[in-house]
């Protein structure tokens, strides 16, 4: 069936340092592809989306590429901050649109 | 802020109770879906509303109901609560023509 992979957490940077967190997806067709963050004590925020192949979503100074041929989306950011730690998570839509979602990871950066 | 509410935030009760959480969806938003977050069990599809109706259903327990009203509102109806059933459950709304859902705060169910 239909399924998100993503990397084991936590991640643990330093500010600046860049980021890449891994999601490779499992899915007939070609999926919408999402990454959602829950901040600390928080509800989900969609971060970025992608709709088709070669797109690439990008928000906040993060990126992810919808990448067909290795059914990969990775999350990625140039500089990350204090700020930016959070749970990330990958998802993709199904059937009536149900999200199926990644495990999560755990991103924390320190000063 | 996604536009969707859940009330209340945080929900104390004990084994064998019964607890209503509540969800609005965005403004116009005809679908409603209901996921449970737990440390076990990860992020997991409960059940779907459209327009009032029922539309799918995922991993959702027999001791658990929902329902949408005609104002789009939504219900999640948990009985006979167990330890087990302590989680963060989230409402998400999702807007005609689209694929994207907008989440809700959580509602952060405590069983004791």
């Known amino acids: 069936g239909d399924s998100v992979t993503q990397m084991e957490g936590p991640v643990t940077l330093s500010e600046e340092a860049f980021l890449t967190i891994n999601c490779t997806y499992t899915?007939?067709?070609?999926?919408?592809l999402f990454w959602y963050v829950q901040y600390p004590g928080e509800g989900l925020q969609l971060l970025l989306k992608?709709?088709?192949?070669?797109d690439k979503g990008s928000n906040k100074g993060f990126e992810a590429t919808y990448r067909k041929e290795t059914t990969s989306f990775h999350l990625e950011k140039g500089s990350v901050q204090v700020s930016d730690s959070a749970v990330y998570f990958c998802?993709?839509?199904?059937?009536?649109?149900?999200?199926?979602f990644g495990t999560g990871t755990r991103l924390q950066v320190f000063p | 802020d996604s536009g969707v509410t859940q009330t209340p935030k945080h929900l104390i009760t004990a084994t064998g109770q019964r607890v209503t959480l509540r969800c609005s969806p965005r403004?116009?938003?005809?679908?409603v879906y209901w996921y449970q977050q737990s440390l076990d069990q990860g992020l997991q599809f409960l059940i779907q509303?459209?327009?009032?109706?029922?539309?799918a259903k995922g991993n959702i327990l027999e001791r658990f109901s929902a329902q949408q009203f005609p104002d789009l509102h939504s219900e999640l109806n948990l009985s006979s609560l167990e330890l087990g059933d302590s989680a963060l459950y989230f409402c998400?709304?999702?807007?005609?023509?689209?694929?994207?859902?907008?989440f809700g705060p959580g509602t952060r169910l405590t069983v004791l």
């Open positions: 998400a709304s999702r807007s005609e023509g689209t694929d994207t859902q907008y």
């Open positions: 899915a007939t067709g070609y999926p919408s």
């Open positions: 992608a709709t088709k192949a070669d």
């Open positions: 998802a993709l839509p199904r059937d009536t649109d149900k999200l199926i």
């Open positions: 403004s116009g938003d005809l679908s």
């Open positions: 509303y459209y327009n009032g109706e029922e539309r």
